[in-house]
């Protein structure tokens, strides 16, 4: 079994603060996980994933993750958030070295305050 | 590369009604999934296609859902009768083999009055 949980379903930083988004992991198999983001009225796009090489693992747009075994977490960080930021970020794991099909998190809304 | 795509992108029937959806995945790629997406929640996977093969359809509801992808390229999902319960975003994605990233689509928005 596989399953995601993100803590805290809305989350608001000032424009050029620390945006930390909290996901942990529940798998029985080694994971692959992801992050991804979503804008109004469109898909979701792929930010970072991890696939059991480094743990720190840096995406798209300034946004990192590490990924913590001991503590089974995958945070989001970016070190300062800009206004196009603001979106829907949806964490995401794969069981079985990645071939399971994804299971989400519940989101977390991040709102970027001017 | 084109994308993912998805017609029509919003759409909205009454109860009862049959719906159907379309989705073209990028070209090249062997799966594909459909996930329903409700408002204020993550995606859940519906099924998820090997080429022509469903894979894994357990989570998809079989008495009123059906979905193909006859040619292992584009697919349909249709609903038949569909319910208010129904209303919710339906995307798509595809990618190039099990393990690999996943791109989506913009996704179906379905409106059951």
């Known amino acids: 079994a596989q399953s995601v949980t993100q803590l805290g379903s809305h989350v608001s930083v000032s424009e050029g603060a620390l945006v930390l988004l909290r996901c942990n992991y529940s798998?029985?198999?080694?994971?692959?996980l992801f992050w991804y983001v979503q804008y109004p009225n469109q898909g979701l796009q792929l930010l970072l994933k991890?696939?059991?090489?480094?743990?720190l693992v840096k995406g798209i747009n300034g946004f990192e993750a590490e990924f913590k075994k001991s503590e089974t977490s995958f945070h989001l960080t970016k070190p300062s958030a800009h206004m196009s930021d603001a979106a829907e970020y949806f964490c995401?794991?794969?069981?079985?070295?990645?071939?399971?099909?994804?299971?989400f998190g519940s989101g977390t809304r991040l709102q970027v305050q001017p | 590369e084109a994308g993912v795509v998805q017609s029509p992108r919003y759409k909205i029937i009454e109860k009862k009604q049959p719906v159907a959806f379309w989705c073209n995945p990028i070209s090249g790629h062997n799966t594909l999934y459909w996930y329903l997406q409700n408002l204020g929640q993550g995606p859940e996977l519906l099924i998820r296609?090997?080429?022509?093969?469903?894979?894994?359809d357990s989570q998809l509801p079989k008495d009123r859902f059906s979905a193909e992808r006859l040619k292992g390229v584009d697919s349909t999902l249709k609903i038949q009768p569909a319910e208010l319960g129904d209303s919710a975003v339906y995307l798509c994605a595809s990618s190039f083999r099990g393990n690999s990233p996943l791109h989506f689509g913009n996704g179906t928005r379905l409106t059951v009055t």
């Open positions: 991890y696939t059991s090489a480094a743990t």
């Open positions: 995401a794991v794969s069981g079985d070295t990645g071939r399971r099909a994804l299971t």
């Open positions: 798998s029985s198999v080694p994971p692959y």
């Open positions: 296609y090997e080429n022509e093969e469903a894979v894994d």
